[in-house]
């Protein structure tokens, strides 16, 4: 089973930019899509984007896409999530996640992924 670590969250300000990292343990880092979801205070927790096998293979929500950018390293077995033009409304725990890259219409389901990080927060201040 592969193991999650979540980096790079922060305090910052409307605007400012981060970048998130989720080191992964195990020999099978590319047999996994690898997902980042968020958890707002008080609300459920919502997927934000995924990756499959490689940076042409991506998945983002609506309220993220054109700001945030998922990508991988395999030889580093590390994903990164590239959030830009924070605002506020993006202040929530930050987790990465793992599952197999079949079954793939589930892929904003929070169920089907298999290996989660113990998260990283996120907090936009105005």
């Known amino acids: 089973q592969v193991q999650l670590v979540e980096s790079g969250g922060g305090l910052v300000q409307a605007g400012d930019s981060l970048r998130l990292s989720c080191a992964a343990s195990?020999?099978?880092?590319?047999?996994?899509?690898m997902g980042w979801f968020r958890q707002p205070p008080g609300k459920e927790r919502e997927f934000a984007a995924a990756i499959r096998w490689s940076d042409d293979d991506t998945y983002y929500s609506d309220s993220v896409k054109g700001r945030f950018t998922i990508s991988r390293d395999n030889a580093k077995k590390t994903v990164y999530l590239q959030v830009n033009s924070l605002k506020p409304d993006d202040t929530a725990v930050y987790y990465c996640?793992?599952?197999?890259?079949?079954?793939?219409?589930?892929?904003?389901?929070?169920?089907?992924?298999?290996?989660w990080g113990q998260g990283t927060q996120v907090t936009v201040s105005a």
């Open positions: 195990g020999p099978t880092f590319t047999n996994y899509a």
């Open positions: 996640a793992a599952r197999p890259p079949y079954a793939w219409t589930s892929y904003e389901d929070p169920v089907t992924w298999t290996a």
